[in-house]
């Protein structure tokens, strides 16, 4: 059974940091590229970060590009996200989502529970 669990959010103050993680397992974690994507307050989902499948590639939405990194580490089976510089709009709750393929540009098949972020002073 694949599972996908967040950890890592919380309440931080603009211009802080945080380290979300999502520990996979149930599957192959080496062979499927990997997400993470946010919901704020009363918004739709938006992607914010993507890693292929051995994590050589990443990309970012503009919102978040330079502020935050996305890595994968294949021995914990263990994605990550590190967001420095963080400001109000960050807040949401971040998703780790599995591309049902190696590359971000497939689907997304499998989903955390989230964990949430909140930027405020």
């Known amino acids: 059974e694949v599972q996908l669990v967040e950890s890592g959010g919380g309440l931080v103050q603009p211009g802080g940091s945080l380290r979300l993680s999502c520990a996979a397992s149930?599957?192959?974690?080496?062979?499927?590229?990997m997400s993470w994507v946010r919901q704020a307050p009363g918004k739709g989902l938006e992607w914010v970060s993507s890693?292929?499948?051995?994590?050589?590639?990443?990309a970012y939405s503009d919102s978040v590009k330079g502020r935050f990194t996305i890595s994968r580490d294949a021995a914990e089976n263990t994605l990550y996200l590190q967001m420095n510089s963080l400001k109000p709009e960050d807040t949401a709750v971040y998703y780790c989502?599995?591309?049902?393929?190696?590359?971000?540009?497939?689907?997304?098949?499998?989903w955390g529970q989230g964990t949430q972020v909140t930027v405020s002073s």
């Open positions: 989502a599995r591309n049902w393929g190696s590359s971000w540009f497939s689907g997304y098949d499998y």
């Open positions: 149930g599957f192959t974690f080496s062979a499927n590229a």
């Open positions: 890693s292929n499948y051995q994590g050589g590639r990443t």
